[in-house]
Structures are given as C-alpha cells and as structure tokens.
C-alpha cells in the first residue's frame, strides 16, 4: 500500500513538473504549453469582463491552442523581443497605464512589470537579460533640463534602475551588445543631432550627463548631415541612420532637402558618408542589402498603380557595400512606414500607419486598399492587398512560406508564394480568431 502510494506521488511531481517546467520528448525540450512553433500576439479588448493579453498561437497550423494566455494588462500592443527570444515586453497603452510587461517565453509566465513615467513608442531588449531601455519623450527628469529620458526597466525587481534624461528621446536603438544606445529625438534640437548613450556608464537612479557632454556616459553628436534622424539599423559597428527629411519637417536651408541614410562608425562617432534616398522613416538590413522605405511630401505620386489614393510611399535599395542606390522609388502604399519584413521567399512585407485606406475589407465594393505592401525581390514588382487599417505587426517563418499580418486589428495569415489569404481547414478565412484588436505578434521559437 506504502509503495503504491509512492508510486502515485512521484507520477503526481513527474506531471506537475512537466506542465510547470516543460518537458522533453525525444531530446526536444518543450515549453509549458508543449508547442514548439509559437507565436505570441497582443490582444487588447475594451470589455468590462475581459482584459487584453498576451496570446499564444501555434505557428505550426495557424490555431490558437488550448493554453492559458499571459497577462499584460488591459490593452497591450507593441512588443519587443530579446535577441535569442527568451524575453519579450509589451507595452500597455490603456490610459494611465503606462507599463510595461514582461515575460519568460521558456516558462511561459510572467517575468514582471515597470511602470513608466510616461507613454513610449519605442522600447527594446537588447540581451537575454531581463534588462529594456524605454524612450519617454514626455519624462520630467529632476536636474535635467529639457523633458525627456531613456529609462533602463528591471523586469526581475520591477524597477526603474537609472533615468538617463535625454532631450524628447522618442526612439531608441541598440547595438549588438547593449553597450551602445542611439537615441532620436522629436524636438528642433534633435533635428541635427543623435545622441550616443553607454548606459553601463549611467549613475542611478537619476543620470543628467546629457546636460554636460560630451562625457563617458553621454555624447549628442551634432551635424548638418543630419536631417531628422529618426531611426538606425546598426550592423557590427557601423550604424545607418534614417533621415526622414522633409516628411517630418520642412527646412529649405538643408541641401539637399531630401531624405537620406548617413552610415555612421559607432567606433569612432563620426559620419562615414550620406546616401541621398527618396525618403527614410525605417529599414531592413538582409546581407548587403539595405532596403529604406518612407512617404516623400513631393514626388508621391502613385505611377504605376491603378489607385484611388492620391498619395503613395517610396522604397529605396541600396548597396551597403558599395553605399549606393541600387533601386530607387519603388512605389507602395503611403503612411509613416515602420514595418517591415523579408520571409522565405524572398517577398518584402512593408506596414505602415495614417496610410490612405479605400474601400471596406468588411464589405468590399471595388478598390480596398490599406497599409499593406509586398515588395517581391525576385521580380521588382508591388502587390498591394486588400486590406484597411494601420499594419502594427509582420512575422514571417523560415519553415513555411506564411506570413502573419496585424492589420486594422486582424491578424491575417498570407500565403506568401501567391500573395493572397491563406485559407484552409484551419485558417477558414485567412484569419486567427482572436478577440479584440491585434497589436503586434513575434514569433518565440526558430522555425
């Protein structure tokens, strides 16, 4: 009777340990959930019984699993990933909120939450580290000068571990490490500047170095090749900077009034050289090849394209190896474009948001048009589906040649070898259910 009773504890413990712990079947190690293809994707739902989330789908055929979702609030949306994806944070948009969640994608639980002193639209993860830097343009810092601050979030205390006042910081980039932070700034004073943090130099819990640099903490770099730098790809030590130019603020006294990529050494904090492009809000860097997409205020006409829309954005390739242009003005949707996405294929996903949308996915009569383009790298051509609504999500697999869309709320699934919905037993649609508006999605696991 004693070794029976024995016997049924220490299955009991096996089962529990399991489920809590993951388990390995065959070598493999699997998660809680016992999925080995997952995606999460934010959830925010305005209903006095439910409360948005982080939801896991199974990347393997497109459902949503019977497992319990995460909690990160009431309307979660942007997510952020770290490097080897054991970490990703959200952001809770809901009034007042302002906090940031995060979770351990192995154990499938909740890591902790920072609240921020103010909203954020950019937010990174820059190592395996529970550790994220989070711009906060709005952030009064005591003893900084201008509003503004990179704040270093904690998940494992919960905590703010340093202020780093930064004039307006709005977006923040890291480079591989996390040693390096490229700060841009939305005031007049960031319009020619970037500033260069080493946030393991910062002094806690308040740092002002910013208001004395150049300093070992601090260095804000100053140019007339400057020209609303808004964001950067950095690669090794050499960072391309996106001067979004004219787009986001007229200055007749720059020459050439126009976007442009200004390749910056890291190591040296100096400007390599300036690539003048048709204009430059975000970009992707696959090999050699960087692609820069944006919305020109002139030179936007939408050729090529039978279109309502008045109005049409831009595409760029340029040459890293040789800094030059290669394919210049690509036409595709307008909007402020900060998605972007390369999948198996070699089809080149591009979201935007405050696009021009036609029509109604809902109920589609004639042209239906959103912030949607697909850029085919084989051919040079733009499909633009028929969609409505800002893109705030692309993911893309190495295994399957599915992408997954957030657009207008919906979470779309394309089959990326025609283009067009993917609809099948599982996908009926060519839509995952899921309650709620779709803020983001990023895939936790390498398939």
Same mark, same amino acid.
């Given at each position: 009777?004693?070794?029976?009773?024995?016997?049924?504890?220490?299955?009991?413990?096996?089962?529990?340990?399991?489920?809590?712990?993951?388990?390995?079947?065959?070598?493999?190690?699997?998660?809680?959930?016992?999925?080995?293809?997952?995606?999460?994707?934010?959830?925010?739902?305005?209903?006095?019984?439910?409360?948005?989330?982080?939801?896991?789908?199974?990347?393997?055929?497109?459902?949503?699993?019977?497992?319990?979702?995460?909690?990160?609030?009431?309307?979660?949306?942007?997510?952020?990933?770290? *490097?080897?994806?054991?970490?990703?944070?959200?952001?809770?948009?809901?009034?007042?909120?302002?906090?940031?969640?995060?979770?351990?994608?192995?154990?499938?639980?909740?890591?902790?939450?920072?609240?921020?002193?103010? *909203?954020?639209r950019s937010f990174i993860l820059p190592t395996s580290d529970p550790i994220g830097y989070a711009a906060v343009p709005n952030a009064t810092v005591n003893g900084f000068s201008l509003l503004g601050a990179v704040e270093q979030m904690n998940f494992s205390s919960n905590s703010l571990t340093v202020t780093i006042g930064v004039d307006t910081a709005t977006t923040v980039v890291a480079n591989s490490t996390g040693s390096q932070l490229l700060v841009f700034s939305s005031s007049l004073q960031g319009e020619s500047a970037v500033t260069i943090l080493n946030p393991?130099?910062?002094?806690?819990?308040?740092?002002?170095?910013?208001?004395?640099?150049?300093?070992?903490?601090?260095?804000?770099?100053?140019?007339?090749?400057?020209?609303?730098?808004?964001?950067?790809?950095?690669?090794?030590?050499?960072?391309?900077? !996106?001067?979004?130019?004219?787009?986001?603020?007229?200055?007749?006294?720059? !020459?050439?009034?126009?976007?442009?990529?200004?390749?910056?050494?890291?190591?040296?904090?100096?400007?390599?050289?300036?690539?003048?492009?048709?204009?430059?809000?975000?970009?992707?860097?696959?090999?050699?090849?960087?692609?820069?997409?944006?919305?020109?205020?002139?030179?936007?006409?939408?050729?090529?394209?039978?279109?309502?829309?008045?109005?049409?954005?831009? !595409?760029?390739?340029?040459?890293?190896?040789?800094?030059?242009?290669?394919?210049?003005?690509?036409?595709?949707?307008?909007?402020?474009?900060?998605?972007?996405?390369?999948?198996?294929?070699?089809?080149?996903?591009?979201?935007?948001?405050?696009?021009?949308?036609?029509?109604?996915?809902?109920?589609?009569?004639?042209?239906?048009?959103?912030?949607?383009?697909?850029?085919?790298?084989?051919?040079?051509?733009?499909?633009?589906?028929?969609?409505?609504?800002?893109?705030?999500?692309?993911?893309?697999?190495?295994?399957?040649?599915?992408?997954?869309?957030?657009?207008?709320?919906?979470?779309?699934?394309?089959?990326?070898?025609?283009?067009?919905?993917?609809?099948?037993?599982?996908?009926?649609?060519?839509?995952?259910?899921?309650?709620?508006?779709?803020?983001?999605?990023?895939?936790?696991?390498?398939?």
């Amino acid at each position: 009777m004693k070794r029976s009773i024995l016997v049924l504890m220490v299955g009991a413990w096996f089962v529990l340990n399991m489920a809590s712990c993951g388990h390995s079947t065959n070598g493999i190690v699997k998660p809680p959930s016992g999925l080995l293809e997952r995606v999460m994707a934010t959830q925010s739902v305005t209903s006095p019984t439910s409360f948005g989330e982080i939801a896991i789908i199974n990347g393997q055929n497109d459902t949503i699993p019977r497992v319990q979702p995460l909690s990160a609030g009431t309307s979660p949306g942007m997510i952020a990933i770290s *490097p080897t994806r054991n970490v990703l944070a959200t952001f809770d948009a809901a009034p007042n909120s302002n906090t940031v969640y995060a979770v351990n994608t192995v154990k499938e639980t909740g890591i902790g939450q920072v609240r921020l002193p103010g *909203p954020t639209r950019s937010f990174i993860l820059p190592t395996s580290d529970p550790i994220g830097y989070a711009a906060v343009p709005n952030a009064t810092v005591n003893g900084f000068s201008l509003l503004g601050a990179v704040e270093q979030m904690n998940f494992s205390s919960n905590s703010l571990t340093v202020t780093i006042g930064v004039d307006t910081a709005t977006t923040v980039v890291a480079n591989s490490t996390g040693s390096q932070l490229l700060v841009f700034s939305s005031s007049l004073q960031g319009e020619s500047a970037v500033t260069i943090l080493n946030p393991g130099s910062a002094v806690p819990p308040v740092d002002t170095s910013c208001d004395t640099a150049p300093n070992a903490v601090c260095t804000v770099v100053t140019s007339p090749q400057f020209y609303w730098p808004v964001y950067a790809v950095v690669n090794g030590t050499t960072a391309y900077i !996106l001067n979004c130019g004219p787009q986001c603020g007229d200055d007749a006294a720059k !020459l050439p009034d126009q976007a442009s990529v200004v390749v910056f050494d890291l190591t040296t904090l100096t400007i390599i050289t300036t690539i003048p492009v048709e204009a430059a809000t975000w970009a992707l860097l696959s090999g050699s090849t960087l692609y820069v997409a944006g919305t020109p205020p002139t030179n936007n006409a939408c050729t090529g394209q039978t279109t309502m829309a008045q109005n049409c954005g831009r !595409l760029d390739i340029i040459d890293t190896g040789s800094l030059t242009v290669t394919t210049s003005g690509v036409v595709i949707t307008d909007g402020y474009h900060d998605k972007m996405d390369l999948n198996v294929v070699g089809q080149l996903f591009i979201g935007s948001h405050e696009c021009t949308n036609i029509g109604n996915v809902n109920n589609p009569s004639g042209e239906v048009r959103g912030c949607l383009s697909i850029y085919s790298t084989a051919t040079g051509s733009v499909f633009i589906p028929p969609d409505n609504g800002n893109v705030d999500g692309l993911q893309g697999f190495i295994s399957r040649p599915i992408e997954y869309v957030a657009e207008g709320g919906n979470l779309r699934v394309y089959n990326v070898t025609t283009d067009k919905l993917l609809i099948n037993d599982f996908v009926t649609n060519g839509t995952i259910p899921l309650v709620g508006y779709v803020g983001d999605i990023k895939a936790v696991d390498s398939f």
